[in-house]
């Protein structure tokens, strides 16, 4: 359901979707309760973003006295101003290279902060400087890059289209990062490796996993994200969407607290498993567990588990050794899981460190 809402945006050209203050405050606290130090004399990079719209821009230039910060350099990418709400050009704008024939803006924004510019002794939201690029901001171009190179962390809400790519383009100039996707990345063949090799974690401080953004496009209220039970005017509900990140968090070395094999069969909240165990996968040595808190803690062989499991997965007391999918994605996707002939939906492959 997630995916397909995803997808729906994707058809639709609706990619723009924005993070609300609350929820970048809630991870940005989980980072600085395990560092508060941990964005002091740092240079901290918002692209895919719009200055004006954005609480990400918001958040940081508020607080850049307190976290200490050096800089902070945000980038948003040239789009057609028609499509947004209550967008109208100036005539400077209008009148000047920023925009072509069509009256179609080519540049795209970048809004940079680092010192006190207005002289009332703070550094604030106040003091952001802009100015327009060279060109239009996507990230990919050789003027973002260079303001990712010259970052120390990267955050941002990335077009959901290109999650792949972007974490790439992180990787490929190794930065801190805290970025929002949809948790089924967790097994692209381009993320999984990252995940099993401690590259990437996840954090998840949306609420039953689902995110409320806000967009400044004109969206078609037919589509299916506004047919939510949950619906609220004004904002799009994707469930499934998690933090991407490297920045370490205490929430991601707390241990499950989990019953053995007995007990879980005698007083597990599952149906599927109380008075009925375990079962184990036709075509592969593993036992598929389908709820995370019903992992038996006396079990030492390979299970299957929900990839919601990455959620609480704690390296301390876990070891990743693949995943069940389609049985041939890449080296790492060990089978096509089923029981009893039934296919299973996708599973990370786990075992107890002991």
């Given amino acids: 359901m997630a995916n397909d809402k995803l997808q729906t945006a994707k058809s639709a050209k609706n990619d723009e979707f924005y993070t609300q203050y609350v929820d ?78 069509d009256k179609t803006r080519i540049k795209g924004k970048i809004f940079t902060l680092e010192a006190d510019t207005n002289g009332d002794s703070k550094i604030n939201v106040d003091d952001l400087q802009w100015n327009y690029l060279e060109g239009d901001g996507d990230f990919r171009s050789a003027e ?56 990437i974690w996840l954090d998840n401080p949306f609420v039953r996993g689902a995110g409320y953004f806000t967009s400044p496009l004109e969206l ?27 920045l370490e968090h205490g929430r991601r070395h707390q241990p499950l607290t989990l019953m053995n094999t007995e007990d879980n069969i005698k007083f597990s909240k599952h149906k599927e498993v109380k008075d009925i165990g375990y079962k184990m996968y036709d075509n592969y040595d593993a036992m598929e567990v389908p709820f995370t808190d019903a992992i038996p803690s006396d079990y030492n062989g390979i299970m299957g588990v929900p990839i919601s499991f990455m959620d609480k997965y704690c390296p301390e007391q876990f070891e990743i050794v693949g995943v069940a999918n389609h049985g041939k994605d890449n080296e790492y996707d060990l089978f096509a899981p089923s029981i009893n002939g039934k296919t299973i939906f996708k599973r990370i492959l786990i075992r107890h460190k002991r």
């Fill in 144 to 199: 973002v890059k260079k303001l990712r190179d010259e970052a120390d962390i990267i955050i941002t809400n990335p077009p959901f289209s290109l999650f792949r790519e972007f974490i790439a383009w992180i990787f490929e100039a190794d930065k801190k990062f805290a970025v929002i996707g949809n948790m089924n990345a967790i097994t692209y063949k381009e993320i999984f490796p990252l995940i099993m090799e401690n590259k």
């Fill in 24 to 101: 970048i405050e809630k991870e940005m606290n989980a980072y600085l309760d395990f560092d508060a130090d941990v964005f002091r004399n740092k240079t901290i990079l918002l692209p895919c973003d719009d200055p004006e719209w954005s609480n990400f821009t918001k958040y940081f230039a508020q607080n850049f006295q307190r976290f200490g910060m050096k800089k902070l350099i945000s980038t948003s990418f040239a789009v057609e101003s028609k499509i947004y709400k209550n967008y109208q050009p100036t005539l400077f704008e209008t009148e000047s290279p920023l925009f072509d024939k």
């Fill in 220 to 246: 078609d209220k037919t589509l299916s994200y506004f047919n939510s039970h949950d619906y609220r005017e004004g904002f799009i509900r994707v469930p499934g969407v998690r933090w991407f990140t490297n």
